[in-house]
Nanobody
Framework: QVQLVESGGGLVQAGGSLRLSCVVSRSILSIDTMAWYRQAPGKQREWVVA???????HYANSVKGRVTISRDAAKNTLYLQMNNLKTEDTAMYYC???????WGQGTQVTVSS
């Protein structure tokens, strides 16, 4: 069972930036697709971005141009750089191994106006 541990969330003002990290217990290059999801209070879980083992990336329209997914294979770590944050980005953010649908515990991002 793969383990995923997110970190990097916090409270930031609108327009600010955060970088989330996700440490994975196995080689991230062996995972077909990794993704970030988020869930805001009272809302359904929402897919944010995905990256394939080959490096292809796909972004939700709601974050395109403001968010960048990257990885460090040597550290088995996935990153989510978020810029120009908006209040509607407030949510719990989860790192996901979509090959096994394993989820981390999440890291909270709160954007104040």
């Amino acid at each position: 069972q793969v383990q995923l541990v997110e970190s990097g969330g916090g409270l930031v003002q609108a327009g600010g930036s955060l970088r989330l990290s996700c440490v994975v217990s196995r080689s991230i290059l062996s995972i077909d697709t990794m993704a970030w999801y988020r869930q805001a209070p009272g809302k359904q879980r929402e897919w944010v971005v995905a990256i394939s083992s080959g490096g292809s990336t796909h972004y939700a329209n709601s974050v395109k141009g403001r968010v960048t997914i990257s990885r460090d294979a040597a550290k088995n770590t996935l990153y989510l750089q978020m810029n120009n944050l908006k209040t509607e980005d407030t949510a719990m953010y989860y790192c996901v191994d979509t090959s096994s649908w394993s989820w981390g515990q999440g890291t909270q991002v709160t954007v104040s106006s």
